[in-house]
C-alpha cells in the first residue's frame, strides 16, 4: 500500500471513532473515484483543454493559474488513481481491524468474566458462540450490501 506510516496511524486513529458501516461507504467512494471518477474528469479536462489538459502524470497539482484559468497538463489523473486505490484500502482496512476489535473484546470479557473454577460441566453451547456468529453474519450483510463482489 502506498501510504506513509503516519499516514495510515491517522486514518486509523479517525477510524475508531466513525462507525464502522460508515467506513465501507467510504471505501465503496474511494474506489468509485478510481473505477469511475477520476477517469471521467480526464476525459473531460482533455475534451475541454485539447493537447493535455487531464491525462496522466504532469503537472504540479494545483489546477489554477493566478488569473484563474486552467493550466492544461496540471491534472495528475495517475496520482489522483494511487491516492483512491490506497485510500480505499485503508479504509477496508480499518473497517476489518475495528470489527475484529469488537469481537476480539467480545471474547475477553466473556473468557475473563466468569469463575471457571466454579463452573460446572457446560451442557450446550455458549451464547457467546451465538453472539459471534450472528456478529459475524452481519459484518457479511454489511460488505455484501455497501461493497461490490470483489
Same mark, same amino acid.
Given at each position: 500500500?502506498?501510504?506513509s506510516?503516519?499516514?495510515?496511524?491517522a486514518?486509523? %486513529?479517525?477510524a /475508531?471513532?466513525?462507525?464502522?458501516?460508515?467506513?465501507?461507504? *467510504?471505501?465503496?467512494?474511494?474506489t468509485?473515484?478510481?473505477?469511475? $471518477?477520476?477517469?471521467? +474528469?480526464?476525459?473531460?479536462?482533455?475534451? !475541454? !483543454?485539447?493537447?493535455? $489538459? $487531464?491525462? $496522466?502524470g504532469g503537472? =504540479?497539482?494545483?489546477?489554477?493559474?493566478?488569473?484563474?484559468?486552467?493550466?492544461?497538463? &496540471? !491534472?495528475n %489523473?495517475?496520482?489522483?488513481?494511487?491516492?483512491?486505490a490506497? /485510500?480505499? &484500502?485503508?479504509?477496508? &482496512?480499518? *473497517?476489518?481491524? %475495528?470489527?475484529? =476489535?469488537?469481537?476480539?473484546?467480545?471474547?475477553?470479557? &466473556?473468557?475473563?468474566t466468569?469463575?471457571?473454577?466454579?463452573?460446572?460441566?457446560?451442557? @450446550?453451547? =455458549?451464547?457467546? /458462540?451465538?453472539?459471534?456468529? @450472528?456478529?459475524?453474519?452481519? +459484518?457479511?450483510?454489511?460488505?455484501?450490501? +455497501?461493497?461490490?463482489?470483489?
Open positions: 500500500n502506498g501510504m506510516p503516519n499516514t495510515a496511524a486514518m486509523a %486513529a479517525a /475508531a471513532e466513525v462507525p464502522t458501516p460508515l467506513l465501507l461507504v *467510504y471505501a465503496r467512494l474511494a468509485f473515484l478510481q473505477t469511475d $471518477g477520476v477517469p471521467h +474528469i480526464a476525459r473531460e479536462l482533455d475534451s !475541454f !483543454f485539447p493537447g493535455g $489538459g $487531464g491525462g $496522466g503537472g =504540479r497539482g494545483g489546477g489554477e493559474t493566478m488569473t484563474g484559468g486552467w493550466t492544461p497538463g &496540471s !491534472f %489523473a495517475d496520482e489522483c488513481l494511487r491516492m483512491s490506497a /485510500a480505499a &484500502s485503508a479504509l477496508v &482496512s480499518a *473497517y476489518v481491524e %475495528a470489527s475484529g =476489535r469488537r469481537l476480539s473484546l467480545m471474547v475477553r470479557r &466473556s473468557m475473563s466468569p469463575n471457571w473454577l466454579d463452573m460446572k460441566e457446560p451442557r @450446550d453451547v =455458549r451464547p457467546l /458462540a451465538d453472539f459471534l456468529l @450472528d456478529d459475524l453474519a452481519g +459484518i457479511e450483510a454489511e460488505t455484501a450490501q +455497501i461493497l461490490e463482489d470483489g
